[in-house]
């Protein structure tokens, strides 16, 4: 048994003296969390050309289960050979290895209900530790503890924002929100996908989060930890919105801080230029605000009418604005300090007009807002991410498709078959995939942050299934959720502290300046993504599926980001509610 094997087995009880011969083999992928008793359950062997597996207890002293390997399949990115190990039949709760005798052992893995309530509390968790303007106390945070940093309340307006009312130079305070990623800037496009996937996943099971406690300081109140840790959020993009309606791009540094704690990151921070594309995310936001802080009028009892008055005022706005792209290129050839953080910059607004609508619609059950712009135009989906949200809209019309009317109602079975002609799009041809996950169709889903494509695309299933009680999507839900956590191309487990190869080295301020070994636990990495824009050294391969590098320098492959947390802890959350006992 090699060093790195006994390592990972340490947390099970193993006899003194106990003698292994088996290898710790990383060409056995599977989520090394674990899996339901009653759901399905893969491992995919990777170039063993091998007959049989067996599934033994994790001390390696009994087999319970011994199958038959699939043909061989080839990777459609990197030629190699994998087979399917299909355990499914095993339902009995327990720590357990898949073993290929010309391989070796797997990494162990669990078997047991609610295997995933640990991804699905900790995926959320990490939003707490990206909170700006705040300590964050041992209490909450255990040995990821750190001072009161970003207070926020010093922002200058730049010169790419001025209004009547808000010269250049101009003090505001925009306290509060999340830091966006792996630095430590504040952005409203990125909150907007993600305060919107958080909400939708709490629309779309509120029971499930009346329970859940993040040990967060709100955890006493009688508001679901999940809006609380939002409301933190809310309460920074509520702030960005200038006195005509418009909504600042985002708060930022002119330069990105080098590798420092926030407390020590002390740069000047400014608003910049309101856009389009910021103002219509926002005012998605305020509005699905309104009418989930509306259930809670005794805790806020101002707050709905809040939002939901920024959010009219944000869409007026935009109405009457309907094309200003935030350039930043462009808005460096004008003003000064110039502008070089993340640009999220978006061409195409009719995806956020659609969202902004759809939210509107549903919280004022005004038509207006539906009749205003074409909802189902001709064009092919595509799952979301920061610049294309069209999706978020569409979910929320089926979630509350019950309470539609006149031309949403007469829309909503297209709608309806839309979205489920989109998810059978997605995982068609997956029995044949190597790694048999709906992930990986093409080499297009690995782009930049690919694991939260899966997790997005895993979100499709998921309204699929809501749409259809077909439960198929669920499973294929569950391949995705499995992609993330071992079954891959790379051997890793994407979210940090869950599972035994995990993202060590992520691209994240907080994480590299902290002075601690273990990474901040329940960050998804972006993942797998041939871009390798950063040009970091170590990169060991361009296939599709396999180029990730956990080195710090490695911003395209393993940075995190709030927005791809947020569909993670849906897909995980969803899953944990919908797989039956
Ligand atoms: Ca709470
Ligand atoms: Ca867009």
Known sequence: MNIKLLAILSFITIPIGTVYSQQLSENIRLNQVGFYPNAPKIAVIVNANAETFMVKTADLKNTVLTGKLSNERQSEFSGKKTQIADFSSLEKDGKYVIEVPTLGVSYPFEIQEKVHQGVAKAS????Y?????????????GKWARPFAHPDTKILIHPSAISDKRPAGKVISSPKGWYDAGDYNKYIVNSGITMGTLFSMYEDFPDYFQQQNLNIPESNNTVPDVLDEALWNLQWMLTMQDSDGGVYHKLTNANFDGMLMPNHAKKTRYVVQKSTAATLDFAAVMAQAARIFRQFPKEFPTLADSCLSASVRAWDWASKNPTVKYDQNKLNEQFLPK???????D???SDEFIWAASELYITTKDEKYYHSIDFLPVQKMSVPSWNQVRLLGYYSLARFHNQLTGKAKEDFPTLKSNLIAFADTLSSGIEKRSFQTVMGKTAKDFVWGSTAVAAN??????QAYQLTKDKKYLDLALTNLDYILGRNGTGYSFLTAFGSKTPMHLHHRLAIADGIVEPLPGFLSGGTNAGQQDKCEGYTTKV???CYLDAECSYSTNEIAINWNAPLAYLASAIEVLIKK
Do not use: H, W
């Open 124 to 127: 959320l968790k990490a939003f």
């Open 129 to 141: 530790f990206q909170r700006a303007s705040t300590k964050i106390p041992e209490k909450y945070a």
């Open 339 to 345: 502008i070089t953080t993340g640009a999220y910059g």
């Open 347 to 349: 061409n195409t607004v």
């Open 457 to 462: 695309q895993g979100i499709a299933m998921i």
């Open 544 to 546: 599709a599926d396999e």
